[in-house]
């Protein structure tokens, strides 16, 4: 047995398909859904509270000094 991916191009493709597995010729299934999961999700406590901190200290502190004038 052989397993390809194609792509819908019509929807009168998709009742042939069916039509096709209804004669036991293919078999059609529907690939998994990826779960998409947010970045915050993602890298949620990743870092220390206290590693955090300074992070966010040191982004302000650049930030700060692009808005100084030179």
Known sequence: ????????????ALKL?????ELHLIKVTEAPKKQTQSLSDRFAGKLSNDAAKA????????????ERDI
């Open 55 to 66: 992070l966010h200290q040191h982004v302000k502190t650049l930030r700060d000094e692009w």
């Open 1 to 12: 047995m052989e397993t390809v991916t194609i792509q819908l191009l019509n929807k009168r």
């Open 17 to 21: 398909l069916k039509e096709l597995e």
